[in-house]
Every structure is written in C-alpha cells, then in structure tokens.
C-alpha cells in the first residue's frame, strides 16, 4: 500500500491542502498541539471511516466549517486507487467514494485502504478496560477478513435489537433476534478464538524482540468458549433471560468478552508495570499489522504517533528494526523534535505548524 496524494477540506484544524506524499512516507515535526496527529487522523479515517482517536464525525469538522471531506489517492498491488469520505456540508449522513463511484455500504469500501496506527493511547491494550481489547480484535480481524466485518455488522444490529426490546420488558420480541445473535455471533467467537490460538507463539516473540525481559507472555481468549458453535446460544439465552429482563440487556455472547494478556503469568492489566504496559500495547499492535499483511498479501501503510518519545535508546532502536525490516513499505512518524525519534531513518521531513504542512 502506498499513499500517493492526500487531498484534505475542512478537517481538524488543517488547513485544506493537496499533499503530494513521498513514496516512502515522512517525518512530521512540530510543537504539540499543531495538527500533527490531525494529520495521521485524515490518513487513517478511510481505512474504517472512523477515527482512530474515537471522535465522532461531528467533531472532525473544522471549527468553522461546515463539513469535512478527505480524499486518498494511493497504489494498491500495484493498481492506481482512490477512496474518499465526506461529512456534513447539508447531508446527514457520511457519503463514501470508491474510485470516484459512490459507495452506499461501508463494508464495500472498507478495508480497501490499508493502515495501522501506533498511537500513546494504545497502552490502553494493556491496561484499560476490555472494551479497548475487544475494538482491537475486532478491527484486526475485519480488516484481514472481510467475513468477519460482514458477520460483526450483523451481531450488533441483531443486540441493539434485542437490547432495544429487552429494554421495553419484551421478552417474547427479544427472542425474535435470538437465531440472527446466535448465527453472527458463533462466527464472532470462532474467528477470535482461532486469532488468539494462532498468535499463541507470535505474541511472546514479540514482546521478547521488544526487550522485555518478563516472560513467558501469553494470550488469552475470555469467554463462553461453547457459543463458537450457534446450537449452543438458545440454552445459554434462555438460562439468561431472567437476568437479561432484569439488566435490560444481553449478557450472553461476544460482546462481553475479553482478550487476557499475562506475563510471568500474571495479568499484566493488574500486575504489569507502565514500561510493560507499553511493551504489550505495542507487541499487540504488531500483531495486528503482521496479522493483515499476511490475510490480504499487502503491507499496511505505518502511522507512528509520537510511539519513541517514551522509549530508552535500546527500546527505540529494537522498536525500529522491527517497524523498518526489508519491505516495511510507506511510513509516517509524528515527533515534536527530531531528537527524540531513532537515528538514520532516513524518510523525508514535512513540517506541521497551526495546521498547515511543509516540506
């Protein structure tokens, strides 16, 4: 995947530009505060049409405006591409661009722009809520699987259904989306379980290729291992139903599950130090990235918010070699000095001050 041109109106606090990109990415530099992340904000939306950060749409648009639209023209195997995305500007709803063709569903244009971001947020991996674990499987699957994203949609729609009656004391309507819950949500749990038990070799290499001397590492999968089969869910909602009524809620299935890393055998949620923390956030977005790139034949583009500026020379310099093996493909890299990030990079700089961005 390469990103060849990035045309940007109304987006954050950037200024709308035309960016011709380098073949191998850049450097961004600049105080805090400047549109730096705003910038890997634009690149990445495309690839879900979400932002990375968990803004909603609304809050992309630039102060002022009265809308946002991005535009990607990149090189896929090859092939010269191009996806857009608008919002606002009098229509209510995101409208998607393929090729200069208009896209009504988003699982038809997701995924066909590529990119992963390592950001300082994604400690939380590590050492925040399940939900942040669940988010994680979930894009790195529905961006290596297709199946996955088209079986995901339908789970929530089916438990924001059931959950809506459930909420009303209809029992008899929520058993209505009993068999849509259980069909999605079997391939859900199956295709989850199957990544962690895939990984159970890579993810320890990869804390260890990181520096982290704390071993063994381990994955783990927390859930009703049963319901990856669908003739287990109609026991398990109706042993369920009296305290779904009472919660007014679903209890049962995926979304409630939770990936479980431990170290030295120890959650390392609970017990893992803040260096720890950092070095499983990042072991498992290496994962993710290795995880696509073998799915779909491609190498995702790399955006790298500020991930070196908390790093000791030897972690920076690991990190390095793994993020710039042979073949690593387009790179992008924020810092506010370019004395924090790893020596002889050897990418392009673009400068970002108040939104606008140089060469």
Sequence with gaps: MRLDRLTVRGFRNLA???LDVPPAGAVLLGANGQGKTNLLEAIAY???FRSFRGAQDLELVRFG???FRLTLDFQRAGRHRSIGAGFGQGRPRKQLELDGAPVRRLIDAAGQWLAVVFAPEDVRLAAGAAA???LFLDR????SDPGYLAALGRYREALAQRNAALRLARSDLARVFDPALAASGAVVMARRMAWVHDMREAFPASVAALGEPCAPAELAYQGTAELADPAAWPARL???ETRDLA???TTVGPHRDDLVVRLAHRPVREFGSTGQHRSVAIALKLLELETIERARGLRPALLLDDVFAELDAARQQRLAARLFEAGSGQVFITSPRAGELP?????PVWWVEQGRVAA
């Design 65 to 67: 405006a009265s809308g």
């Design 238 to 240: 109706t042993q369920a």
């Design 343 to 347: 020596q002889d990079l050897g990418l």
């Design 140 to 143: 790195t699957l529905a961006l």
């Design 132 to 134: 942040g674990r669940r």
């Design 46 to 48: 495309p690839v879900l």
């Design 16 to 18: 709308d530009a035309i």
């Design 247 to 249: 919660r007014r809620a």
